[in-house]
């Protein structure tokens, strides 16, 4: 049981990847090949966003590895 609470971070790992992936394929796509402003804005939303998630899921998991 130890062991899988230690390991507990790679949780985070999956969804960040699986983000990446999903962004990535967009782009090359052509997902911002268009130059629209408000392409851009979207793309540095989502890329705000997941940043402001991860930051609450590690803070929220060092939170309870401390107790």
């Known amino acids: 049981m130890n062991r899988l609470k230690?390991?507990?971070f790679l949780l985070l790992l999956l969804p960040l990847a699986l983000?990446?992936?999903i962004l990535d394929?967009?782009?090359l796509k052509g997902f911002l090949a268009s130059g629209k402003l408000a392409d851009h804005y979207?793309?540095?939303g989502l890329l705000v966003l997941a940043v402001v998630v991860i930051i609450y899921f590690v803070?929220?998991?060092d939170k309870k590895s401390n107790r």
């Open 42 to 44: 979207s793309y540095i």
């Open 6 to 8: 230690k390991l507990r």
């Open 25 to 27: 394929g967009e782009i």
């Open 19 to 21: 983000f990446i992936s």
């Open 59 to 61: 803070l929220q998991f």
